[in-house]
């Protein structure tokens, strides 16, 4: 089985608990409460801001210049494809740019961005892409869920919807994953498990992530 396989069926806890939550049930029927989806979507413009550099850090230590540049291309048309979502949802939520910018990371977005920077200036690029992997994966496959499920019509959320149904993304986190698996394929057994490691950590944060914004998550002291 390969790497992907293994790691992705440690992460079944964590992908079924995604699929439960009221934050992702409600994007399904569109119910979801207007100020749980700014306080989201401002924190996940912070989170992109972030991720982007995690991923120019990726691509600066990719092992050939193929993959290198590769990578750079894929990622860089994620990021393009999400943040003409974000800006989408900023108009049409009445969310200003100086409010975004005046906005601090909250505690959940703070912490899984740190992981993903601290692993990608101190890990290999294996271990690296391992960590970002979940970020792309478990969108893609939330994303197709709820498509093939969503009540589309009228449905205030549809484009974010679409977005990660589309076939586009799907292939970006298809190479992704070949990526993974081909680094898993040469990595060292300690190599390996600290790519399991960062995969398993990244999912958590995932979940955390949707949840932190459910409850509106602040500061608990300023
Ligand atoms: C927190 C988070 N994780 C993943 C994605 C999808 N790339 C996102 N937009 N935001």
């Known amino acids: 089985m390969n790497f992907s396989a293994q790691v992705w069926n440690k992460i079944d806890n964590i992908y079924n608990s995604i699929l439960i939550m ?76 100086d409010h975004a910018l005046a906005t601090e990371p909250s505690p959940t977005c703070l912490n899984y961005t740190n992981f993903l920077i601290a692993t990608a200036y101190r890990d290999s690029f294996a271990v690296t892409v391992a960590a970002v992997l979940p970020c792309f994966w478990i969108y893609s496959e939330v994303g197709k869920h709820i498509y093939q499920t969503a009540k589309i019509d009228n449905n205030p959320y549809q484009k974010w919807i679409e977005t990660y149904a589309d076939p586009d993304f799907e292939a970006s986190v298809n190479y992704i994953i070949q990526v993974v698996d081909q680094q898993a394929k040469i990595a060292s057994v300690q190599e390996l498990k600290l790519m399991e490691q960062a995969f398993y950590r990244a999912s958590q944060f995932e979940w955390m992530f949707w949840h932190s914004s459910e409850q509106l998550e602040t500061w608990s002291i300023k």
Do not use: C, W
């Not at 749980?36 to 801001?49: P, R």
């Not at 230590?61 to 994620?78: I, M, S, T, W, Y």
């Open 22 to 97: 009221p934050f992702v049930q409600e994007l399904k029927s569109g119910l979801l409460k207007r100020e749980i989806f700014q306080h989201y979507m401002i924190q996940d413009a912070i989170y992109l801001g972030e991720f982007a550099r995690v991923l120019a850090i990726i691509s600066a230590k990719a092992p050939e210049p193929d993959l290198q540049l590769q990578f750079a291309n894929n990622v860089r048309e994620a990021i393009i494809v999400e943040r003409s979502l974000h800006e989408n949802f900023f108009a049409k939520f009445g969310i200003t740019i």
